[in-house]
């Protein structure tokens, strides 16, 4: 199967300190003075970039860093690869793995000539530090660990996607991972069959695996693998007001939740910030979120994980259904998804597993697989052939000369002999009933 990946992120050029002022007043992007902060005011708010990530607070992050900021997870981020040089990363990569083949065996350099700052976005937003204790951008858990797993999308890689994000899966699963996110889709419904082990292995080690599900702005018109599988928490996105964005998110019925993806804010490779936009955004948003309920809840399995971030969703104003195509459960809430009594499960809240799905469509596969004996089985000698004449078939035996030939033949005599004395018989009967007169001309023939 050949897919061709896409992130599901959008950078917005411009200006950070213009950027920042625009958010920070809900105003559009137009070149203003760097905003002054209100006398007064704490230190956090201050902060430009602080200040700047709004669903802090809209979102309920800071009021769940009271009970944990994540300590004890370990987020997988599978990606273009976490930058070395910024300093919101000091202390919170643990390791990391390459590949795409191109990138460095840590993970930490970044691979592809249009996508290499992604990886840096996508985990900064998951678990940045800042750069001070109330400056410079903070990710949604910033006491949770990072693995830099760095693949190649498109032409950045000769290695196919597909074996890439499966060994991916399976490394991060193997150094830790109680979180994995992709925020990448292949704009295709279907995905290749390896990725049903890939994603199963981690599955079966309790990963919470979260997933981007793709921009309409980027030309993805519905939602696409690895967002389709089932098992895995897609994250659909929605703008400043809660409503679905129309540039910056897809919809689809795969969609469980949904988190900011407007005017995000991301710590680039090279430790520039940017503003951008989409649900590769939103995806490390709600990782981050699942690695706060890790850390407050360590006794909860995956599936108990999800369930906590979708039953205490908020629930979205336009929404018309639960699950909703274009929201999911609803909007994520950080503070009740950590601190709400919720009712606990014992099997997977967004219906269908990966595992009942295989066994219904991938119909050549067999669960459990037919095992071969373990020894060798010994069967009885076959009895000898019957010996068998080589003469022509068209010449009689013995055999039908005996039991065949002459038996029809004197059956044939017998049957004629007795046919003709019948005949006989019945002829002599009627001449002898037939009267007796004297014959005489007739009148025609007597002549006078």
Do not use: C
């Not at 809209?58 to 009970?67: C, F, I, K, L, S």
């Not at 190649?152 to 991916?168: C, D, L, R």
């Not at 430790?271 to 809840?297: C, D, E, K, M, Y």
């Not at 020894?375 to 078939?393: C, I, N, Q």
């Amino acid at each position: 199967m050949t897919v061709t990946p896409r992130r599901v992120g959008r950078l917005a050029l411009v200006p950070l300190t213009i950027a920042i002022a625009a958010l920070l007043t809900g105003a559009t992007f137009v070149p203003t003075v760097d905003p002054t902060p209100s006398p007064g005011v704490g230190a956090a708010a201050q902060d430009p970039a602080r200040a700047a990530e709004y669903w802090l607070d809209e979102y309920g992050v800071r009021t769940a860093w009271q009970t944990t900021r994540g300590k004890g997870s370990t987020i997988a981020i599978i990606d273009t690869g976490i930058g070395r040089s910024p300093v919101e990363f000091a202390g919170a990569v643990a390791g990391g793995a390459d590949f795409s083949g191109v990138g460095a065996s840590d993970g930490r350099l970044p691979v592809g000539a249009v996508d290499s700052n992604h990886g840096s976005w996508v985990a900064s937003l998951a678990a940045s530090r800042g750069t001070g204790a109330d400056t410079g951008m903070i990710g949604v858990a910033p006491e949770a660990q990072l693995l830099s797993i760095s693949i190649g999308f498109g032409a950045s890689s000769s290695v196919p996607f597909v074996e890439q994000v499966a060994s991916a899966m399976r490394w991060a699963v193997d150094n830790g991972a109680d979180i994995i996110n992709l925020s990448f889709t292949t704009n295709t419904l279907s995905w290749d069959q390896s990725w049903d082990s890939a994603f199963q292995y981690a599955f079966d080690h309790d990963v919470v695996v979260i997933v981007a599900a793709g921009n309409k702005g980027s030309g993805t018109d519905e939602v696409g693998a690895p967002a389709t599988i089932p098992g895995v928490l897609t994250v659909g996105g929605v703008n400043r007001a809660g409503q679905a964005s129309e540039e910056a998110s897809t919809q689809g019925i795969t969609i469980g939740i949904s988190a900011p993806s407007e005017e995000l804010l991301g710590v680039s490779a090279d430790g520039q910030l940017v503003v951008w936009n989409g649900t590769s955004g939103a995806a490390p948003i709600v990782a981050g979120i699942a690695a706060l309920v890790r850390s407050a809840h360590p006794e909860l399995d995956a599936d108990n994980v999800i369930n906590r971030i979708i039953r205490t969703a908020r629930p979205a104003a336009a929404a018309t259904a639960s699950p909703d195509p274009k929201y999911g459960y609803g909007l994520v809430d950080a503070a009740a998804a950590v601190s709400a009594n919720v009712a606990s499960v014992s099997s997977s809240p967004l219906g269908m597993t990966l595992k009942e799905w295989v066994r219904l469509y991938r119909r050549a596969d067999v669960d459990p697989a037919p095992q071969p004996s373990s020894s060798p089985v010994t069967l009885p000698d076959l009895p000898a052939a019957d010996r068998v004449d080589a003469r022509s078939p068209l010449l009689p035996t013995a055999d039908t000369l005996r039991y065949g030939t002459v038996p029809l033949i004197a059956g044939t005599l017998a049957a004629i002999l007795v046919a003709l004395g019948v005949t006989a018989a019945a002829r002599r009967i009627r001449s002898e009933r037939a009267p007796r007169t004297p014959s005489r001309p007739s009148k025609e023939y007597f002549h006078l």
